[in-house]
DNA sequence: CTGGTTATAGTATCTAGTACTAAAAAAAGG
DNA sequence: CCTTTTTTTAGTACTAGATACTATAACCAG
């Protein structure tokens, strides 16, 4: 029946590599209570690379993933905008953005596309959010692409009114009021 | 003039460990146009670490780093929930939040500890966010720790009316009004 | 021109592997 | 039960990218 342990063990090796990509063949092969020998086989087989070329890659992801945060400044991604006026953005759900169990995106998500759109359309140097009034319309799954347009509709001394309307493919899912104060 | 070129060659070393810190001694010493040697008496004068030491540190960070978003299912720290009543979260202003002119918070992670808090203290198995009433009192900065304080003030079938206050150490910066919608 | 700093050279050693060969052990088939 | 195949273990040579250490060369200044 080596057979089935052979699978099985290539199994719990795969899932560990998930886990703990940190461990070493030789750590491995006590785990699994056999030699770093066929550690390495096994390795071989399922096309896993060796710690170095694993925390390397990490490591790289990791590189670009922190510059995507830091440069995150605007949740979405402007299409369009006309200072002072409108603007556009798109935000396409990610896996990260869902609640596990229902798919269904976080709320904050959908206000933060919504909330920087509103800010990059002031023409203003800097300003921050006074006032918001949200309405979730209907909830929004992974993979759909959210279009949120905004419009300024008024302005009063440094007070920025503006409304933001985002739609997915097929219809309308919140929509936001935002009263933006713009400093200095 | 050993002693200044040495120096400058140095601070060469160290910018180019931020911007591409995966070059081998080899290659650094090829770009430097010095031995490898140097290199290396450079590398332990200054406290930097070999290559592998380097990436791994990258691949640990970006673990928990990843981690942290993941699941971050919760904005914010929960210190202490009453399920179907009230609860508390804490949050404390990080780098990443941050305008990097201005040093103020973006206005959507304030809003999502709320909204997170919100949805924690709801004794439902599924909700999503309906209607969000907010006022951005005044702009938070870097370092400040927020305590977001959420009430179930009303439940009317599956609506739950809540209200979230943030405080900062001295003053209220943030408050909230949610209508969260249980599903089924 | 001599002394001290800075740079280079070279060797032994380490880790976590690859690549390869050989042999032992286990399981399956007949 | 014996043979064949599969699976596992053992062992050697070699690699990259280092550390640690010693020795020597180059330079520059007083």
Redesign the pocket.
Known sequence: ???V??KI?QQLLLNNMKEKPFL???ELAKLLH??I??I??D?LELGI????ERIKKMAENAQTKVKSIASGDVVGELIDVELGKSGISLMKITEEMVFEKTQVARGHHVFSQANSLALAVIDAPTAVTGVANIKYKIPVHIGEKLVAKAEIVKIRGNKYFIWVKTRNETQEVFRAKFIMVSLE
Chains 1, 2 share one sequence.
């Open positions: 029946m080596m057979r342990k052979k063990r070493t063949d030789e056999v030699s020998q066929t390495r086989l390795r690379p060796e710690l170095r």
